[in-house]
């Protein structure tokens, strides 16, 4: 329980530090967006556009995250999550917005991300994943006392995941002092 409360209140710290750097973040989202649509419309004469539908907007979104373009794959995957809230794959659209964010090392973007898909989705088919994502974070952060607590979540609540068993070696890497090393 002590460990539980714990955790919880680093996850106030950890949202406390989101919420500025999200703030600034913004900021120079909506700067880098005017200028690279500026550069675009001077390029090929206007903006490329995403499809409107569910379908064909997952579909180009997914292709987008294939082929390694993480920036236009998490516009494509929120755009989708905003448009298609009640879509079955909105969970697994801001699942893979979290994904896009690990992948270029922006770890309380990408922990934000997958807290939304907790909150908002737990009975999806991505909270496992997004579970495991979370102690992947707190691993990065150097804070396996809170990582074990979420890999053992999986362990414990998802027994078919096929996150269980690199959750269990996670768990035993922690337990041996083998991960996040100072």
């Known amino acids: 329980l002590a460990q539980v ?11 406390g ?7 600034k973040m913004d900021a120079l989202d909506k700067d880098y967006e005017l200028f690279k649509n500026d550069v ?6 206007g903006t490329t556009r995403l499809p409107a539908d569910a379908e064909g907007l997952f579909a180009v979104a997914n292709q987008l995250l294939a082929a390694g373009n993480q920036a236009e794959a ?4 929120e755009t989708f999550a905003t448009s298609f809230p009640k879509d079955p794959r909105a969970a697994k659209a801001r699942f893979n917005v979290g994904e896009t964010y690990l992948k270029e090392g922006k770890a309380l973007e990408a922990f934000e991300e997958y807290r939304v898909v907790l909150k908002s989705f737990p009975n999806s088919d991505v909270a496992d994943a997004a ?10 952060r150097k804070e396996c006392d809170k990582a074990k607590v979420f890999y ?21 890497d922690i337990e041996r002092g083998s991960l996040c090393k100072k």
């Open 74 to 77: 998490r516009r494509a995957f």
């Open 40 to 45: 675009a419309e001077r390029l090929t004469g």
């Open 152 to 172: 053992e979540e999986v362990v414990s609540k998802w027994k078919r995941s096929e996150y269980r068993k690199d959750a269990q070696a996670r768990i035993k």
């Open 131 to 140: 579970t495991f994502r979370v102690g992947d974070v707190f691993v990065a």
């Open 17 to 23: 530090d989101h919420d500025l750097l999200k703030r």
């Open 5 to 15: 409360l714990e955790v919880r209140s680093a996850v106030g710290n950890i949202q």
